[in-house]
């Protein structure tokens, strides 16, 4: 039986089968997975799905899978937290977390949309693969190349965090720092995908990339027991992620595993890189580029390439957009760490932060049911605490002087 899904152009629904492209040749839009749901449906149900393994793989059906493909890394399936502490800053008893912070094997949700290109890298016979990135890509395409003994070279703006750099040469992947900002990355290995037989992730395989996001959407789903939320606060890069939550809930509707529901995707973005969220706050659809400048270096595309679907999702959604500053997203890490446990990196401070303004302004009200997407670690992204704590000096390894030094704090705290 030849694989339920093909590639589709976004406007003029032109079919293209599966290959290592991502624009309609007829007109230069967007290519996405169409998948035959008939076919799909009655393959498998609710219960069969409890009895998999707690991984990503568990939907496999929904995923553009080839027929023959590794599915064995258990990437995916992060805990669903219910926020009690986080919520009672919002006045909210129903707010939940998604935590990708923890997402196996690299820390951010960037791990799922590499696990699903990567099987079709295999099946399209590419060596190398590539991708253009903002850190957390690089991370995922190297760890997970090197799990399954393929090349990773991988191209990121020179400006990137340390630990974001060591945490892809570690795993013996290339990399190729380009002096300049993602946009000016990305279209240089548009231009090197043309000419090089090199599987990029998330140039010519972005399709099937896109569609690793959606398993955001089914765990989401099934962790509250097969319901669907009233809200999702999602951080935008490229604008993918948010619009592929909003596909994989209409896909459970569609096949009748969740019961039918309006869910609002509200968008969050940096105040320093925010084309999308400018463009729905404008009531419009098309996206200005803008130049990034903010600590939120994951999220800083400028010319996002899913803009246009993502601001319309949120609209069409009833949803909206916001934005946090810098000094916002700093205070928002140190929120969440401080009522959650949580230590997510500056695009869960983006997200947090946002979520903060949305409940402030009354789109989002206290009594529905909130998930807020947190997709990074913050181990990543340290030193956008840098200065913030201070350091104290040691104390002699004797109990007389931390009796002292207890004193001593003691007189300053009651100050
Ligand atoms: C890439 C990324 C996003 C956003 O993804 P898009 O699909 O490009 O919008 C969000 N959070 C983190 C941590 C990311 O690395
Ligand atoms: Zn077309």
Redesign the pocket.
Known sequence: MPVPYQLQCRECRALWGNQPVSFCQNCFAPLEVTYDLAQIRGQFNKDEIARRGTTLWRYKELLPLPEVCDASLPVGFTPLVKAAGLGDYFRSKSLYLKNDAVCFPSL???DRVVAVALTQARNFGFEIVSCSS????ANAVAAQAARLGLKACVFIPADLEPAKIVNTQVYGAKIIRIAGNYDQVNRLCSQIADKHRWGFVNVNLRPYYAEG?KTVGYEIAEQLGWRLPDNVVV????????TKIYKAFNELMELGLVERKNVKLFGAQATGCSPISAAVKAGRTEIDPQKPNTIAR??A?GNPA?GYYAASTITGSGGWAEDSSDPEIVDAIMLLAETEGIFT?T?GGVTVGAARKLYGQGRIRPEETTVLCI??NGLKTTDALAGRFEESEPIAPKLAFFEEYLERELVKEAK
């Open positions: 951010s949700f960037k903002t850190g957390n890509l996001s951080p935008m890069a490229g604008g993918s992620l948010i994951s999220l595309i899913d990196e695009a997709t990074g």
